[in-house]
């Protein structure tokens, strides 16, 4: 280190009293011999609370089964665990005889409501023209409307039995009927678990596939019970690997036996496809609070009988701000009083700062 610059560290001033709102004075010149650099406060609107254990799950209202809708052997699977799907896309074929019953059965239906129909078109002008009673158009009638409605029966059945309102129509219109039944999804997602092979046999209502919308997920948090009165509805819950921004939207009212640990609930704002369901990962649970809080390098504050300082930027040089540390983030200081927004505080060089400020500046060489 040159001779001249321990001069000019010894000329900045005499050791003052380390009381609040000193200046240390330098113009920039000395700054920049210092190498001091400032930065602005960053504002956060949290305080953070606590570290915990957290799973990624999915909304209990965004899972589906496919099941059999009716007894039959598994015949194809055509989604892979893990992959993609869309609604009405096939995921797998079943054949059941019993399907072969039901299609019959719709098609008698077609049959006897055609039938009805035109007994009652061609009663109907009967009963227009005079020839026949009122009382008769009354019973054809009611042989229409007990067709029609043994026709929809059949189709609902056969709807809930995983066939399209497209392949009911088809089916009338063909009249050949088929034990094959494809089995489709009723939601966009993933296919979470497979509960059947090819070549099963399942019986109706069985368990095929879970599905899953992922677009939404939920943190379910494991909180010591000693922090559960920390934690407020709508607090912050934050991880930055991968980048996770979370409001907590319920806070359990039992304590786990085993773990003396509650269930801390909360939704991730924003879909990221680094979050996956069923991850095990650690998140840090922040207060939400309306004081103004700010974040700044650790490297900013120093300690001085006592007291946390950090140095604040003014035209004259430096001023010595007395701070509060509400918490100490990673490698970021918490400060929750004796900072503004519009501060530009030094966050290297501080040191160097500290010693100018305490007289102690100077070398061997």
Request: proline content about 5%.
């Amino acid at each position: 280190m040159k001779p001249h610059f321990f001069l000019a560290l010894a000329c900045l001033l005499a050791a003052p009293a380390l009381t609040a709102d000193t200046l240390v004075k330098m113009d920039a010149q000395q700054i920049e011999h210092l190498d001091v650099r400032v930065a602005k406060p960053e504002v956060v609107d949290a305080l953070p609370l606590a570290w915990a254990p957290a799973r990624v799950v999915i909304p209990p209202d965004r899972e589906f089964i496919v099941s059999a809708p009716q007894a039959g052997v598994i015949s194809r699977i055509d989604v892979a665990l893990g992959s993609s799907v869309v609604p009405g896309q096939v995921v797998a074929e079943m054949q059941s005889p019993d399907l072969l019953t039901l299609q019959r059965d719709l098609l008698n239906a077609s049959t006897e409501y055609e039938l009805a129909r035109s007994k009652l078109n061609r009663d109907q002008k009967l009963l227009d023209e005079g020839v026949i009673s009122r009382l008769r158009w009354q019973e054809t009638r009611s042989a229409f409307d007990k067709a029609q409605a043994n026709l929809r029966q059949a189709e609902q059945v056969l709807q809930a039995s995983g066939m399209t309102a497209k392949d009911i129509e088809d089916l009338k219109r063909s009249r050949s009927i088929s034990h094959t039944l494809a089995l489709r999804t009723p939601i966009r997602g993933v296919l979470l678990e497979r509960l059947a092979t090819v070549g099963q046999r399942v019986s109706m209502l069985a368990p095929l596939f879970r599905i899953g919308n992922v677009d939404q997920l939920w943190l379910e948090i494991d909180m010591p019970q000693e922090r559960l009165n920390e934690i407020r509805l709508k607090d912050r819950v934050e991880l930055d690997s991968p980048r996770i921004r979370a409001t907590i939207i319920e806070v359990s009212q039992n304590v786990r036996p085993d773990s003396q640990s509650a269930l801390v609930r909360a939704i991730i704002d924003e879909h990221d496809d680094s979050v996956r369901a069923g991850q095990n990962i650690n998140v840090q649970v922040m207060h939400a609070s309306t004081d103004f809080i700010c974040r700044v390098p650790l490297a900013a504050v120093f300690s001085e009988e006592g007291q946390q300082y950090v140095f604040v930027r003014t035209p004259e040089g430096f001023a010595v701000r007395p701070v509060k540390v509400a918490a100490v983030d990673g490698r970021k200081a918490i400060i929750h009083e004796g900072l503004t927004a519009d501060d530009r505080v030094a966050v290297q060089g501080v040191a160097a700062l500290k010693a100018a400020w305490t007289g102690l500046g100077g070398g061997d060489e």
